[in-house]
């Protein structure tokens, strides 16, 4: 084994060491409003479940050159934010909402996504996903950096969710009907591929 220091890397060695070890990671496509009223959509791959009890998730935004992302901003002045699950129909649309607009271009308009309202938040949410979940946000920090922080991480609260009626059965979400794709490295995603069970020991 190859042993390495990661206060010896470059921030760039750290993040292509992290995205190509830490895989398959789950996609959240995440909409905000910002104050003038804009919706911003984009794609963030540090995101995974907090807790069951309440219902939360987590989001890491991270800044570039300490610079904090449209995204975060919007989501720390509203306390609140909506997050769609990608799969395999949307991505491509999500994909194109990556890129870098300014705070009053809206990213869902690039990518002909459909604006839907949301029942509990001011703030809307796309059609195109099969799941989308409300959020209010719980806490927020900011982590990292050396002069000034690297990263804003976000709790969100799930206040409802959205899930299409077809990959929805007895409180159950059906994987493959979902078909979710998760981030790898570079340019590349992978779909969910094939299922094992392994039964968990008493």
Same mark, same amino acid.
């Given at each position: 084994?190859?042993?390495?220091? +990661?206060?010896?890397?470059t !921030?760039?060695?750290? /993040?292509? $060491?992290?995205? *190509?070890?830490?895989? +398959?990671?789950?996609i959240?496509f ?12 984009a794609? $963030?791959? /540090? $995101? ?16 570039? *050159? ?24 949307n ?18 308009e690039?990518?002909?996504l ?13 059609? !195109? ?5 409300? =959020? ?7 982590? *990292? ?5 690297? =990263?804003d ?7 409802? /969710?959205?899930?299409k ?11 493959? *009907? ?15 591929g094939?299922? $094992?069970?392994?039964d968990?020991?008493?």
């Open positions: 084994m190859i042993a390495i220091d +990661p206060s010896k890397n !921030e760039r060695d750290n /993040y292509k $060491f992290l995205i *190509g070890s830490i895989i +398959p990671r789950p959240a995440v909409t905000s409003l910002s104050k003038d009223g804009v919706l911003n959509g794609p $963030f791959s /540090y $995101f995974n479940i907090v807790s069951a009890n309440p219902p939360m998730i987590s989001l890491a935004v991270q800044r570039s *050159g300490g610079r904090q992302k449209d995204t975060a901003r919007n989501i720390i002045d509203n306390k609140e934010f909506v997050v769609h699950i990608v799969d395999e129909d991505v491509v649309s999500v994909n194109q909402t990556a890129a870098s607009l300014p705070p009053n271009q809206s990213e869902i690039l990518a002909n459909t604006p839907v309202k949301s029942i509990k938040i001011a703030t809307l949410g796309v059609k !195109e996903a099969k799941i989308r979940m409300e =959020c209010r946000v719980e806490h927020t920090l900011e982590l *990292g950096g050396t002069d000034s922080p690297g =990263c991480l976000i709790i969100g609260r799930i206040v409802q /969710y959205h899930i009626s077809d990959i929805y059965e007895n409180g159950r979400i059906d994987p493959q *009907g979902l078909a979710a794709v998760s981030r790898l490295a570079g340019n590349y995603y992978a779909k969910i094939e299922m $094992f069970e392994i968990r020991p008493q």
